[in-house]
């Protein structure tokens, strides 16, 4: 196998690997929760969070109006019981009874504006649970295929990576070392294709004297344009 031949599959394994590592890249940055998810899940709390308010709301308006119906049952109890004979007394008596009677009115009504809003509020989270519940479903769709293309990748790599040691195994040290230094200084692309008298890396249109010297496997010919070093498909 030729010098060039052999960088140029050596070429073709890094760019593979280098395109493997950026797609983990991206997987790695995507298995996080989404802005839908996100957003979701905010809203889903928000509203989880406002229907226990309500809840607390109405549980504590209907404890006050049951302590109030009590209040009022003692003291008619008393009043009427037959016991109280103090005149004075027993108008006292029924006016703190009228004005028992008055507030627990007022908070019957709170009570039921509370029930309203509560229901509203359940409305309300149902909805939004119902929004999160596909959220998601989506999202953990999106997050399976992802963990399933990163194990499929992560094998991709670690066949290339097992190939790239065993041909780098066979070629001539002094031509790694270059490629590499070359390599790095090109983008990542230090031996690039030829096909129809073009370089494949910078479209130029090569001289005949160059692509009849990059005929010959067995020397390194670069491309006047780039200075990539140059392969005859």
């Not at 009504?109 to 509203?120: G, H, V």
């Not at 479903?137 to 990748?153: D, I, S, V």
């Amino acid at each position: 196998m030729s010098n060039v031949q052999q960088l140029y599959q050596l070429q073709q394994l890094d760019s593979k690997i280098d395109a493997t590592n950026r797609r983990l890249k991206e997987i790695a940055a995507n298995l996080v929760e989404t802005e839908v998810y996100k957003i979701a899940k905010s809203a889903r709390d928000a509203a989880e969070s406002a229907l226990r308010a309500c809840r607390a709301n109405t549980t504590d308006i209907d404890l006050d109006v049951k302590s109030l119906q009590q209040k009022i049952a003692k003291n008619e109890d008393r009043l009427y019981g037959g016991k109280l004979t103090n005149p004075k007394e027993a108008a006292s008596l029924q006016e703190e009874i009228a004005s028992t009677k008055r507030w627990l009115a007022k908070r019957e009504e709170d009570l039921l504006e509370a029930m309203i809003a509560q229901e509203e509020a359940e409305t309300t989270f149902a909805a939004r649970q119902s929004d999160f519940a596909t959220a998601e479903q989506q999202w953990q769709t999106e997050q399976a295929a992802l963990f399933a293309e990163k194990k499929a990748l992560e094998a991709t790599l670690t066949a290339l990576t097992a190939d790239r040691k065993s041909l780098i195994a066979r070629m001539d040290a002094a031509d790694v070392a270059h490629y590499r230094k070359l390599r790095a200084k090109k983008g990542g692309v230090a031996v690039t294709g030829v096909a129809d008298g073009n370089c494949l890396s910078c479209g130029v249109m090569l001289t005949h004297r160059i692509i009849q010297q990059a005929e010959d496997d067995s020397t390194l010919c670069y491309c006047e344009s780039c200075g990539r070093i140059l392969f005859i498909l």
